[in-house]
């Protein structure tokens, strides 16, 4: 991209270890643990960890949370570009757009409630679902005291709360037909303005209907994503 400064090289490595156990026979605990080695960033731990209640052998309550993180784009640490800006009654003015190695990674708490259960001899699972997620170290590009009026740089200083839940069922009509359909709805409040602000939707649907016919098998999907 001729947006970078110069030849920037990002490598990233990953280790990751997961344990699950079955502490009594309707409780199971699952934990994990993932190791990043990043160019751009001090190494991170990101846990996670998960409890499973089955009231019987159809239905079960699942309660999960984790921690991750997002480290800063190429672009968000080697951009040097000139923006026109037009301000209303003065000529136009160059803005210079400029990465910086000194952000640190974005920050997301994640927490989640959910049920499950089978129908009809297993012909039928439901799903309910109910999360919130708390983003914070928001990267975004901004004027500072420490730079001129014309240069805007990334900098942490955002928050962003995510909520929402979900509903879904999946149905087994016959041997061949099968169907599913999913509604998911989500709340954003952040604190960042103006173009770092995030836009999102609030709702999503999916479903659709998928035949098996040997030997041909065909599926109809619908998607839609709110504005």
């Not at 949370?65 to 160059?94: D, F, H, K, M, Q």
């Not at 259960?117 to 012909?123: K, L, P, Q, S, V």
């Not at 679902?129 to 990334?154: E, K």
């Not at 836009?199 to 030997?215: D, S």
């Amino acid at each position: 991209s001729n947006y970078l400064s110069n030849r920037t090289t990002e490598n990233r490595l990953g280790l990751y270890a997961q344990g699950d156990w079955l502490v009594l026979p309707s409780l199971e605990v699952s934990a994990g643990l993932r190791y990043d080695l990043d160019t751009f960033i001090a190494p991170i731990l990101s846990p996670r960890g998960a409890i499973v209640y089955h009231l019987n052998s159809t239905q079960a309550f699942r309660l999960s949370s984790s921690l991750a993180y997002r480290p800063p784009t190429t672009n968000e640490v080697g951009l040097s570009a000139l923006n026109p800006i037009t301000i209303p009654g003065s000529l136009p003015v160059e803005v210079a757009i400029l990465g910086s190695s000194d952000v640190r990674p974005e920050q997301i708490a994640s927490y989640e409630v959910g049920y499950q259960g089978w129908w009809w001899e297993h012909r039928l699972r439901t799903r309910v679902t109910g999360f919130f997620n708390h983003i914070s170290d928001l990267i975004a590009f901004r004027s500072t005291t420490n730079t001129p009026s014309n240069q805007v740089r990334p900098i942490n200083g955002g928050l962003a709360d995510v909520y929402g839940g979900e509903v879904g069922l999946e149905l087994l009509v016959t041997s061949r037909l099968s169907g599913f359909a999913n509604y998911a709805y989500q709340e954003v409040g952040q604190t960042s303005s103006g173009f770092s602000r995030q836009g999102f939707p609030r709702h999503k649907i999916n479903a659709g209907l998928r035949v098996n016919w040997h030997p041909f098998n065909g599926e109809v999907l619908y998607h839609h994503v709110g504005a």
